[in-house]
């Protein structure tokens, strides 16, 4: 199938680090995603990683691909309050454009 | 990154009336644009794919006649959704491809919110 999976909810304390997880099904990925969405807006690219590469941070993202698990994560150190909104993961194949997106986790910030 | 426009940001309008949205990418001419459809507290769904002068090619289960897509320029494409009914309202978004060939990036419009009364 084509479902790429995320886990609903993911509550931290400011200053913590968050990992966000997503599972994906299709091995021929190319490229893989991280999109933040905050309440009634677009989605904001984060991040990406290409399928050839196990790790990639910039800044307070890391983003981790494990290939033969099909399974990736995104971690946010330092976490902040405007940190709070919804994460998609999404997975582009081949020489397509085409986005499979997952079920999105909504990361919620405490103070 | 590139900038992508919708118009409207949030439209009401009446069961059986039509509304159009527009998708505008403002920096950069779109090969490819895509139409999604995003329900209160779920994912993307994709409604459909459409490449710069040829016809949309849309999901399984989109209704091609009740969701017409034209993409009539490199910079423009339209989302009309035909007789409109309360189970159509949503958040539409839409997002353009073919500037970064890198990263197969698609860059996001900002949303429209429809709701059919």
């Known amino acids: 199938g084509e479902d790429v999976e995320q886990s609903l909810f993911l509550s931290v304390r400011e200053g913590d680090s968050s990992v966000i997880n997503c599972t994906y099904t299709d091995s021929s990925s190319t490229y893989l995603y991280w999109y933040k969405q905050e309440p009634g807006a677009g989605l904001q690219l984060l991040t990406y990683?290409?399928?050839?590469?196990d790790m990639k941070q910039d800044q307070r993202l890391t983003v981790l691909l494990n290939k033969k698990d099909k399974h990736l994560s995104l971690r946010i150190a330092d976490t902040q309050t405007g940190d709070s909104a919804i994460y998609f993961c999404?997975?582009?194949?081949?020489?397509?454009?085409?986005?499979?997106f997952g079920t999105g986790t909504r990361l919620k910030v405490l103070a | 990154g590139a900038v992508v426009s919708q118009h409207p940001s949030r439209v009401i309008c009446k069961s059986g009336t039509s509304v159009k949205i527009e998708c505008r990418s403002l920096d950069f001419q779109a090969t490819t644009m895509f139409w999604y459809r995003q329900f209160p507290k779920q994912s993307l769904m994709l409604m459909a794919t459409s490449n710069e002068g040829s016809k949309a090619t849309y999901e399984q289960g989109v209704e091609k006649d009740k969701f017409l897509i034209n993409h009539a320029s490199l910079t423009l494409s339209t989302l009309t959704v035909t007789s409109a009914h309360p189970e159509d309202s949503s958040f539409y978004i839409c997002s353009s491809s073919g500037t970064n060939q890198g990263s197969n990036e698609q860059f996001f419009g900002p949303g429209t919110r429809l709701t059919v009364l």
């Open positions: 990683i290409f399928s050839n590469m």
């Open positions: 999404a997975e582009s194949r081949g020489g397509t454009y085409k986005y499979i």
